[in-house]
């Protein structure tokens, strides 16, 4: 069977740059989760269907109907595996979605984090609960209404909250005391930093000590906090997180060796060499030659 895989740029996303949002129904053989690049809108997708889903490092296996939630940061790729595939697709900017004003953001939710799982299996009555949401999006896309924009927003936050409540997350974060406070306040700092999209802004925090420094805590604290919190050490959580974008980096861009070295912050390639191959057990350029990429 021919691998089927559909380009993004065959989107009719013209709309999208004019109002901050695009949806449309699917229903063909091969476009329900389109290649990726980094761009600068956010997606939720009900489909229905098999796929192997490449999610940034990882590859994620979809047999049935599920719900998808896309970061314009993390780049993924879809391989259909069923001959037909259905469903809805909603694309939006981050701006588009933050102009409401309710509390909290939606790239704060697990949903779009990269450490999370971006699906969530649907059974067929929320599937049906769902489509409606989508008819209802799609619907007020094309009309006359002139407060449409806050209704496609009110949708677009409750399919985010039907699906947390599908799929409750059981790390969201809730501080149980200074210890658990201050390891999340890391996480999230250290998070902050990536997508690593710009050669010439390399990372800027990446020891303890400089985390520690912006949290306005001891680094010891700050140590005894995230080993007791997490059970990692705080130079175990950075060395996994660089590590973890330096594989998207290799896989998903064509920057060489040395750019993406000195975008992740390392001052010689020699350095990152031996971290990855630390890391991963590879060297950079093995590691994107077996992904099938070139320098």
Known sequence: MNEKVAELAAYPIGDLQLKGFKA???????????????????KVCLSSGHTLLQYADRSIDIDGTFLYFGNPHIPYSSHIQSEVMSGYACLFSEEFLNLSDRPGSHHESPLFKLANSPVVAVNEQQSAFLIMIFQKIIAEQESDYAHKNDLVRSYLHLLIQEALKMNPQDHLVTYKNAASRVAFLFLELLERQFPVENINEPLKIRTAQEFAQQLNVHVNYLNKSVKEVTGKPTTVHIAERITTEAKALLQHTEWSIAEIAYALGFQYPTYFNNHFKKMTGAIPKSFRAKEGQTV
């Open 24 to 42: 449309y129904e699917v229903e063909t053989r091969v476009h329900p989760i389109p290649i990726y690049g980094r761009r600068d809108f956010y």
